[in-house]
């Protein structure tokens, strides 16, 4: 990560560092807020939760509170890093870190950059579904050039957790359900927040977060417990994990729950075994907020004393915002309990990645450059929003309504298609509710005829009157529902994953119209649409895009852009299938239509749209699967063609099952995708490779095998509906 040159410089400061300067350099802190408001601070963040004022409202409200930055314990050397985005007040606190502390060590700024700072990009699970490497990498560039304006030189991203359980809220900042294709987003996000050279001016650095198996919560209950074997915890939660340290990200986050009883927090398995030993991760590893305090409530520590000792010991280097480190550290080395090798190597873990960062030669930032960002909007970045945007969105049922036509009279109902704020999901970073092109605005933009009526909140009753009134001359019904941020993120798991409040009465009375009804679904999870799917004649998933939200769903809607995204996460059709993945272990009575075998009584047994899926204005076709095989690969050829009447992008998807083996193995998975265009009627060959080395999978004593025997291949437009094929396979 750095030279050895600044590996000296490192080794000679850590000889003059006190035991009191090493563990600032662990502590990070934010601005304690003191007051200055009406009302108290918990009622401010519950008026903005209940949404009795707007996320810009709160943010003005917050820039006129007092806060305390901590300047003393700067000045002696007590703080390493600080969670802010304020770059003229990042500026002074810095000058106070690097001219007036004995030793001038620069604090590190990081900041949650999920999904786009200024410029609001799609949320994660929806980006996810474009299956675009290249856009991934793009909104990271951008998103990184924007907050380092901001002074933030370090990002809380990407997520990297592998989601199977739709009641989980924070699914909305995942990659969704896949471990291959979660590894190319972790990749490509690494690699668009830091660049080839991180310390350049317009990169961050990356942290890989949460470490790990946060996605495996049980009931998908937020913060919950998780157990689970090795062989599933690496065969399906680690690669993405793995992949984004090989492409250098310089730091990971724990994750607040346990790993088969001991905290991750605290876990030397986790942190020492596999993530600095086995990978070799030369970085250094951060606590979630508050998680080292917490470990007395998991009941693992019996102080804040003991978490200090166990978590440092165990290979956690930074301690966000729990003060424990900066309250216990010192006394517990005076005390002999932590030793000396142990905390140096922390520090020297943070200073690598501050040097790396290039924080000693540049450790402040150009206040004007956020001027050009702050004042509007930049169209380079609002242009590439906007077609990851309409790239996100899936198309899941369409019997014949859509594409749309302009002359066609929409009424449009649903209060989230007039809702800007709704638009930016869980994590908005810098985003404005106001920049936001709501579905009303994109239509109008547009030049569609549309007549507008709220007729339902997401939580207040249905107008039945408003609704045929605003229905009356309508040719079609246009209802947008779904979930508001709130609803999904951190704290925000769900036990009941369809449509809240009234909003299916309001489909209901669409229907009762008698028109065409098209539900455009504005949501951060998978929900479960077994109803909708039954009565609604078309469905459009369009998550939460962002700032370029309703130009996107206009230009699906119109057919200016042919729908291509495909689902990263499974839509179960109940709740109570959950956790619903595609790539499930086979088990020894898998679910059909027999009482026997594993299935719910009172749910269909397949899910209601699998990974994978998404359907387009045309349609395509699969053909002629064809396989070789040489030393290294195997190479499987398959013929996709365009059989509907207009163009369009295909994601041809390419699984594996390894039918017999040592241990259950998943029923399919994804091993390779490629993206065609394809003209109507026109048809290509396409060519998925396979490395032989990637058909193993980790046993239980964590040792990567290939085993020979029977494989399937599968070739096709989702997870469920394939061409297949049975290979022998003998690897020596
Ligand atoms: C979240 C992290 C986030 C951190 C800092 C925590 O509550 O779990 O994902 O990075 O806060 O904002």
């Not at 003059?16 to 601005?31: D, F, N, R």
């Not at 899926?613 to 002629?624: A, D, I, K, M, R």
Request: proline content about 4%.
């Amino acid at each position: 990560m750095i030279s050895k040159e600044q590996e000296q410089s490192i080794r000679e400061l850590l000889e003059k560092m006190t035991v009191e300067e090493k563990v600032g350099q662990m502590h990070q802190l934010a601005p304690s807020i003191v007051g200055g408001f009406d009302v108290s601070f918990e009622e401010l963040i519950e008026m903005v939760t209940d949404g009795r004022i707007s996320n810009e409202e709160f943010g003005k409200i917050m820039s006129t509170a007092e806060r305390d930055f901590h300047e003393e314990d700067i000045r002696a050397g007590r703080v390493g890093s600080y969670l802010l985005n304020d770059p003229k007040k990042a500026n002074e606190l810095q000058r106070i870190a690097v001219e007036e502390s004995r030793l001038g060590i620069p604090l590190l700024y990081g900041f949650d950059v999920i999904h786009g700072f200024r410029t609001t990009f799609p949320i994660p699970l929806a980006e996810t579904c474009t299956w675009n490497e290249k856009l991934f990498e793009a909104s990271a560039e951008i998103a990184a050039r924007e907050a380092s304006a901001y002074g933030i030189k370090w990002t809380f991203a990407p997520m990297v957790d592998i989601a199977r359980d739709a009641r989980w809220g924070r699914i909305s900042e995942s990659a969704g359900e896949d471990p291959y294709l979660g590894s190319l987003f972790a990749r490509a996000k690494v690699r668009g927040f830091q660049g080839k050279n991180p310390a350049d001016r317009e990169r961050i650095g990356a942290t890989l977060k949460h470490f790990v198996a946060y996605g495996a919560v049980e009931g998908g209950q937020d913060y919950n417990t998780v157990s689970m074997s090795k062989s599933m915890l690496h065969n399906g939660f680690l690669p993405p994990v793995k992949a984004a340290v090989e492409e250098g990200a310089m730091t990971v986050m724990a994750a607040f729950n346990d790993y088969n009883g001991v905290p991750c927090t605290v876990n030397p398995y986790l942190l020492r075994t596999v993530l600095k030993e086995s990978y070799g991760f030369q970085g250094f590893v951060v606590s979630d907020a508050n998680a080292i305090r917490e470990c007395v409530s998991h009941g693992i520590a019996e102080d804040l004393a003991d978490a200090s000792r166990q978590a440092v010991k165990a290979g956690m280097d930074m301690d966000m915002g729990s003060n424990v480190y900066h309250d216990h550290l010192v006394s517990q080395m005076e005390q002999g309990e932590v030793s000396m090798e142990v905390l140096d190597e922390a520090v020297r873990r943070i200073l690598t990645v501050k040097m790396a960062l290039g924080l000693f030669e540049h450790p402040y930032v150009e206040e004007e450059r956020m001027e050009q960002y702050d004042s509007g909007l930049k169209e380079e970045h609002l242009e590439a929003a906007r077609d990851t945007a309409k790239r996100s969105i899936v198309l899941l049922k369409n019997e014949g309504v859509l594409p749309l036509k302009k002359e066609q009279k929409i009424a449009l109902v649903g209060a989230l298609a007039d809702d800007g704020e709704n638009c930016l999901g869980a994590w908005f970073a810098n985003g404005r509710g106001s920049e936001c092109v709501t579905v009303k605005a994109g239509l109008e933009r547009a030049g569609a005829k549309v007549s507008y009526g709220e007729c339902c909140g997401v939580e207040s009753e249905l107008d039945r009157e408003a609704l045929e009134s605003v229905c009356k001359e309508a040719d079609v019904v246009v209802a947008v529902v779904g979930e508001p941020n709130a609803m999904s993120g951190e704290a925000s798991s769900r036990a009941d994953i369809t449509l809240p409040g009234h909003q299916r009465e309001l489909l209901e009375a669409a229907l009762e119209t008698g028109k065409p009804v098209v539900a455009v679904l504005m949501n951060g999870r998978p929900l479960a649409l077994f109803w909708e799917q039954e009565h609604v004649p078309a469905i459009l998933e369009s998550w939460q895009l962002g700032v370029a939200h309703g130009d996107a769903v206009a230009a699906v809607l119109f057919g200016e852009y042919n729908p291509s995204g495909k689902l990263c996460a499974t839509f179960p059709a109940m709740t109570g299938q959950c956790p619903r993945y595609y790539n499930h272990p086979n088990t020894g009575r898998p679910g059909g239509r027999s009482k026997f075998t594993s299935r719910y009584l009172d749910a269909p047994v397949e899910p209601l749209y699998p990974f994978g899926y998404g359907l387009s204005y045309t349609e395509f076709s699969y053909e002629n699967m064809r396989i070789k095989e040489d030393a290294r690969c195997f190479s499987v050829t398959v013929q996709v063609k365009n059989t509907g009447a207009c163009p369009g992008e295909e994601t041809a998807q390419l699984y594996l099952r390894d039918v017999t083996a040592s241990i259950v193995r998943p029923v399919k998975e994804l091993k390779a995708f490629e993206k065609v265009l394809l003209a109507p009627g026109e048809a290509k060959d396409v060519t998925f490779v396979i490395d032989k080395k990637e058909m193993g999978f980790y046993n239980e004593d964590m040792n990567y095998c290939l085993e020979d025997g029977k494989f399937i291949f599968y070739a096709g437009g989702n997870s469920r509906d394939c061409l297949e094929q049975e290979r022998m396979v003998a690897f020596s």
